[in-house]
C-alpha cells in the first residue's frame, strides 16, 4: 500500500503565511510527526492547537495543505513499508536552505514529542 504524498512545501508555507502560524513549513511538519510519534491524537479541527499553534488571522482551509499535511503524516507513520518523507526543500535549493529548514524540521520534531509525552513519558528501557 501506497503512502499518500505531502502537499507541496510552498503550498504548506502560503498557508502558514496566511494563517500566520509564526512557523516554518519544516518545523510544523517535525511539530506535527513528533506529536503523533510520541501518542498523542489529533482532531482534524484542533490540531494547531494542540501542537501549541494559535492561527493569528483565519482558520485552516478544509481539504487545504495543513490537511493534507496531517492526512498524510499519519498515514506516512502508520505506514508498515516505512514509506516515509520529511517534508523539507527539494534537491535544486542551496545547501544552507536545506540544512537550515533541517534543522528546523528537527526542533519542531522535539518539541510535539515533549508536547504529546509529557513530563514523565511512558518510555521502554531502550528508549
Given at each position: 500500500?501506497?503512502?499518500?504524498?505531502?502537499p507541496?512545501l510552498?503550498?504548506?508555507?502560503?498557508?502558514?503565511v496566511?494563517?500566520?502560524?509564526g512557523?516554518?513549513?519544516a518545523?510544523l511538519?517535525?511539530s506535527?510527526?513528533g506529536?503523533?510519534?510520541?501518542?498523542g491524537k489529533?482532531e482534524?479541527r484542533?490540531?494547531?492547537e494542540?501542537?501549541?499553534?494559535q492561527?493569528g488571522?483565519?482558520?485552516?482551509?478544509?481539504?487545504g495543505?495543513l490537511d493534507s499535511?496531517?492526512?498524510?503524516?499519519?498515514?506516512?507513520l502508520?505506514?508498515?513499508d516505512?514509506?516515509?518523507?520529511?517534508?523539507?526543500p527539494?534537491e535544486?535549493?542551496?545547501?544552507?536552505a536545506?540544512?537550515e529548514a533541517?534543522l528546523e524540521?528537527?526542533?519542531g520534531?522535539?518539541g510535539?514529542?515533549?508536547?504529546?509525552?509529557?513530563?514523565e513519558?511512558?518510555?521502554s528501557?531502550?528508549a
Amino acid at each position: 500500500m501506497e503512502s499518500p504524498e505531502l502537499p507541496l512545501l510552498e503550498q504548506v508555507e502560503d498557508e502558514i503565511v496566511r494563517l500566520r502560524l509564526g512557523v516554518s513549513a519544516a518545523e510544523l511538519h517535525g511539530s506535527l510527526c513528533g506529536y503523533l510519534s510520541g501518542g498523542g491524537k489529533l482532531e482534524d479541527r484542533d490540531w494547531l492547537e494542540a501542537l501549541a499553534l494559535q492561527t493569528g488571522e483565519g482558520s485552516p482551509k478544509p481539504d487545504g495543505a495543513l490537511d493534507s499535511l496531517l492526512r498524510a503524516s499519519r498515514a506516512q507513520l502508520g505506514d508498515p513499508d516505512m514509506g516515509f518523507a520529511l517534508l523539507l526543500p527539494d534537491e535544486d535549493c542551496e545547501v544552507e536552505a536545506r540544512a537550515e529548514a533541517l534543522l528546523e524540521w528537527c526542533r519542531g520534531f522535539l518539541g510535539g514529542f515533549g508536547l504529546s509525552a509529557g513530563a514523565e513519558p511512558r518510555l521502554s528501557p531502550e528508549a
